[in-house]
């Protein structure tokens, strides 16, 4: 709308509506979860919120490309922008990194098979060749720890090359290693180099589609990455039994690298896009393809190495994963790494028939998926349904269906106990197979609502979630094989079923239970996060003065257009400038004085008073704020006017000059209407401000500072 134009009441309400009380929905778990979000100044997200804001020029160019401006996150004009993109160069973006990620779990459990053509060749016992298993599952745990951060600043397709070259490099290693020791340093190199795609899979995921279609190509990721397991053995049992040399398998995998390889540089563009606040030179080829340098300027903050590890503390992600942990070393690693131990005394299988017993284990991931997803999303919709369709369930109702997973669990690990104990020397039956695949619907099961429960309860964290369940379960499934032979042989499969299923009952079932029943009350006791914890999550919060100054006028109202049309509004006008300004700074001191309560949470007052500026000045806001549960249900627009109003007048206490605006043109919260504060916070209406009694006699601003 030009300046110029006669403005009417209605006209006016329109403008300030599209451009300042937009109410996004906060941000879903599959955002989060993807990890490389970041919002504020310089930012990778951009959310709906931000389109009333896009010039003319801006909206033609959606409207060309995309048909609609209802999408979510708003893409910018450069083609280079992964949500820009055709959908094929999408998808196929997509396949490679989906295939890589499943490739981290195959290649572990790729020899599985062939553990006797090992021990025979380098002189050990069965058990001993399984560790080149167990290994590389705890290095597949610990190295995602690296690979994330790094992404987060030199871009995915470095790494995606790094990752390949370095895998086919130590495959060769493993096919010509004529030790036991070679070959596991070689494996252990293998699996630090293959792993980054479990870490950074899901956020390519974020990265590249829309958020009405992440559901579908999300499960397309997760499906890989659960097959990768039992998918190894399958294929690789033929090769080792057919060639009758174990190491071909290794040579194939090596293959497999190169034509990965070959893949990513054809099809795998790079996906990490700064949207806000960098420059973009050169042609879109050139920023997809050719562009090798570090992407992201923030400083690389040691913290973040380690980050995922502090979410130890919460009771509502640490219980959930030392569940799931336990289900998942007794159905994914026990019914993988020990099947050759059990399978080739009992009948004498070759390594052909050792891969056929991991068909049971697929069926069974792929129907459990199936129930969980599926499942899950309509459970907790038809509870919203019931409460009136107004408000979520907690998140604590989605934990009815990990019961059921629990369940199968336990029932297909007794199954498949019994029934191979039952099992006559040398004569083999299905039964044992049936019972591993209940098992494997049931981890599957588990695996869903657990890990989707952690994420409900801690969206903040979503990030990091992902990271420090893989690093609890693969430390687990470690452990495991080293104590799994010695309890098969003390109490035979029969016993060692009963054992599991009772270790499940008393380990996962009734700590779910438990928090099932006080989970809610625990985590809202739970203080916000500190410092540490928000820069991690949000690692690009902090930026330059000038940059923040360049953006400002994006996302406040112009003073000077209001004071023009003043005469339009009669004696409104003062009432509305001055509550809507008092609702703004009311909302920043709300904000800020959270923060200081999070930050004396965190130190001592010695230290609080030593650090003085850092936390009372312009940089707590940016470190402790975002990471609040109040300041991340802000509209985009209102989160980024606090950023920006909070640095650009950087002085020796500008938090304090924020609240005393607040404090000046809000004198009393109960003289405004309290449904203005409710969690969608809202900006008031022309009309609603009007009706409300005169706010006190000061003068309308003209700036903010």
Known sequence: ?????????????????????????????????????????????????????????????????????????????????????????????????????????????????????????????????????????????????????????????????????????????????????????????????????????????????????????????????????????????????????????????????????????????????????????????????????????????PWEFLHPLSLVRYASILVPTLAYTIVFGFTSVLLTVEIPQLFVPKFGFNPQQIGLQFLGMIVGSLIGEQLAGRGSDFWMNKRARKMGGDRRPPAEHRLWLSYGGFLLTMVGLLVFGIRLEQAPQGHWNVTPIVGIAIAAAGNQVVTTVIVTYAVDCHTEHAASIGVFVNVIRSTWGFIGPFWFPDMLAGLGPSGSGGVMAGVIFACSWLPIALLHWRGEGWRDRKAAVSAQEAQAEYPNMITSAERLQQALDSFLWDHRLLQQRKAAFENCEHERVAGEQALIFEHAALAVREALVVAQQQTTRNEYLAKGKQYRGSLAVVKYAPSSARFLELPGELRNAIYRYAIVNDNDNPIDAVIDHATAYFPSRDRYPRAFFKASHRQPSLASVCRQPPLREERVPTTLG
């Open 1 to 301: 709308m030009d300046d110029k134009d006669e403005t009417t009441t209605q006209d006016f309400a329109h403008v300030q509506k599209q451009r300042i009380n937009q109410s996004p929905e906060p941000l879903k778990e599959e955002e989060l979860n993807g990890a490389d979000l970041e919002l504020g100044p310089r930012a990778t997200y951009i959310t709906t919120g931000a389109a009333a804001g896009i010039s003319q020029e801006h909206r033609d160019y959606l409207l060309q490309r995309h048909g609609t401006l209802d999408l979510d996150p708003i893409p910018s004009m450069d083609p280079a922008d992964p949500y820009n993109w055709p959908t094929w160069r999408k998808n196929a973006n997509l396949v490679c990194v989906a295939f890589h990620a499943m490739m981290t779990t195959f290649t572990a459990s790729a020899i599985i098979p062939v553990y006797e053509y090992i021990a025979v060749d380098l002189d050990c016992s069965i058990q001993t060749a399984s560790y080149l298993t167990s290994l590389q599952i705890c290095i597949l745990g610990f190295a995602p720890l690296f690979w994330k951060p790094i992404s987060n600043r030199y871009g995915r397709r470095p790494v995606w090359f790094v990752s390949t070259i370095g895998s086919l490099l130590f495959n060769v290693g493993c096919a010509l290693c004529h030790s036991y020791s070679s070959m596991a340093v070689c494996r252990a190199f293998n699996a630090f180099f293959i792993s980054p795609a479990i870490a950074i899979g899901s956020g390519v995921v974020v990265e590249t589609y829309f958020k009405r279609q992440r559901g579908k190509y999300m499960g397309i990721w997760t499906l890989l990455v659960t097959l990768g397991p039992p998918a190894g053995p399958f294929f690789m049992g033929f090769v080792g039994y057919q060639t009758g040399n174990y190491r071909w398998i290794y040579w194939i995998l090596a293959m497999v690298n190169g034509l990965q390889f070959i893949c990513y540089i054809f099809f795998g563009p790079e996906t990490r896009y700064i949207r806000q606040g960098v420059r973009h030179a050169g042609s879109a080829f050139k920023q997809e393809f050719l562009t090798f340098k570090r992407i992201d300027p923030m400083p690389l903050d």
